[in-house]
Each structure stands twice: as structure tokens, then as C-alpha cells.
């Protein structure tokens, strides 16, 4: 499967609590919540629906899962609500257990083999394997150079700091842009694969 990460991102690269003010309050974050003003219904609602169709499997770090398990059950009747709940999802923690996972078709990937687990699913099957938010998780991913593809909405506004899936390790990752789309809003919505060595 190829791995997919897929985020809404500020300009200075933060993906924290963009759904809500109380979803992410980390560090102090106090701007939860703030892509709403910048969502274009059509064309970026659109573009994560298109990557959920194309996703064989979800990929979540342990607090993400939790949020989405506590939204998306409640959701059932449209389609994407619908696939939100019936698509396998994967989710790495160190904490959880198999017997807390609320959510249907959910497997746990106990923390301390993630790595070697997800690197045993990128091997198998088709499809995409979409992580969603989960910015630990994808800064280890992007570490580990185990991502096949970043499918990112760029959102025009600056927040000062919060969490980011960026790793800071020093290393040096070339990625080609493969489409972008500009929205009304002035949102970017933009997918990139790493770069063949020439």
C-alpha cells in the first residue's frame, strides 16, 4: 500500500486542532479550529473525499483515532461518514488496548513496533494506506522516509506555533509537486511525492 498523509496546514506548517476549538489544546494552543474560515466545500471537501475513496486503509496516531472515534460513529448516513466507519482503520499507541477499541474495524499497532508493522503493510496489498492528522505519527513516517505521497491543504493564515509533521532531524527530503489547485478562499490545495534521484 502506499502511505498517504493528507493534512490541513498553516503557512508556518501547523497542523494542530484544525477542526475545533477543544481538539487539540496542547502547549497552550488557543486557535483551534482555524481552517473553517478558508474550507471550500467543492473543491477541498472534494479532495478528501477523493483521497478516502482511493484509501484501502486509515492510518492514526492513539489522539486522532480517539477524536474521530468519538465523532464519526454518530455520522452514519452519508457517504462519507458511512466510509469513515465501514474502512479498515490502524491505530498506533502505546497506552491502548485491544478491548478500548470503540471503533469498528479498528486494529491496534502497539507503539513499540509501529514502525515495522506499517513498514509490513506498505509491502502488501494496493491501495492507500491514509493517515489523517496524526502529527507525530506522520513526522515519524516522513523520518523513516516510509511516505509515498503528502497531500496537503495550505491554508493562508500564520499561527504562531503549534504541532507540525515536519521532521527536524537536519535531513534533506526533495518532494516533486504532482498537482495543486487554488481555491476561492485562497486555501492551496496541493499533493507531492518524493522526488526520484536523478
Known amino acids: 500500500m502506499r502511505i498517504v498523509i493528507?493534512?490541513?496546514?498553516?503557512?508556518?506548517?501547523?497542523?494542530?486542532?484544525?477542526?475545533?476549538?477543544?481538539?487539540d489544546t496542547d502547549?497552550?494552543?488557543?486557535?483551534?479550529g482555524w481552517s473553517h474560515p478558508f474550507f471550500d466545500p467543492k473543491v477541498i471537501g472534494g479532495f478528501f473525499y477523493d483521497g478516502l475513496?482511493?484509501?484501502?486503509?486509515?492510518?492514526?496516531?492513539?489522539?486522532?483515532?480517539?477524536?474521530?472515534a468519538t465523532a464519526w460513529p454518530e455520522r452514519g448516513g452519508d457517504p462519507f461518514?458511512?466510509?469513515?466507519?465501514?474502512?479498515?482503520k490502524y491505530m498506533v499507541s502505546r497506552t491502548l488496548r485491544d478491548d478500548e477499541l470503540t471503533w469498528e474495524n479498528t486494529t491496534l499497532l502497539p507503539?513499540?513496533?509501529?514502525?515495522?508493522h506499517i513498514r509490513e503493510l506498505r509491502g502488501r496489498d494496493d491501495g492507500d494506506l491514509?493517515?489523517?492528522?496524526?502529527?507525530?505519527l506522520a513526522r515519524t513516517l516522513l523520518s523513516e522516509d516510509l511516505v509515498d505521497?503528502?497531500?496537503?491543504?495550505?491554508?493562508?493564515?500564520?499561527?504562531?506555533?503549534?504541532?507540525?509533521?515536519?521532521?527536524?532531524?537536519?535531513?534533506l527530503r526533495t518532494f516533486d509537486l504532482v498537482s495543486s489547485i487554488?481555491?476561492?478562499t485562497g486555501a492551496q490545495v496541493c499533493a507531492y511525492r518524493p522526488a526520484v534521484p536523478a
Open 149 to 171: 505521497e503528502l497531500r496537503l491543504v495550505v491554508m493562508p493564515v500564520i499561527l504562531g506555533g503549534g504541532k507540525t509533521i515536519f521532521p527536524t532531524d537536519g535531513g
Open 182 to 184: 487554488t481555491t476561492t
Open 81 to 88: 461518514a458511512d466510509r469513515m466507519n465501514s474502512i479498515q
Open 111 to 116: 507503539g513499540e513496533k509501529a514502525v515495522d
Open 27 to 32: 502547549g497552550g494552543f488557543t486557535h483551534g
Open 130 to 136: 491514509l493517515v489523517m492528522g496524526s502529527p507525530t
Open 6 to 23: 493528507s493534512e490541513f496546514m498553516s503557512l508556518d506548517g501547523v497542523v494542530q486542532a484544525p477542526g475545533g476549538p477543544e481538539e
Open 53 to 68: 475513496t482511493a484509501a484501502r486503509a486509515l492510518l492514526f496516531g492513539r489522539r486522532t483515532w480517539q477524536t474521530m
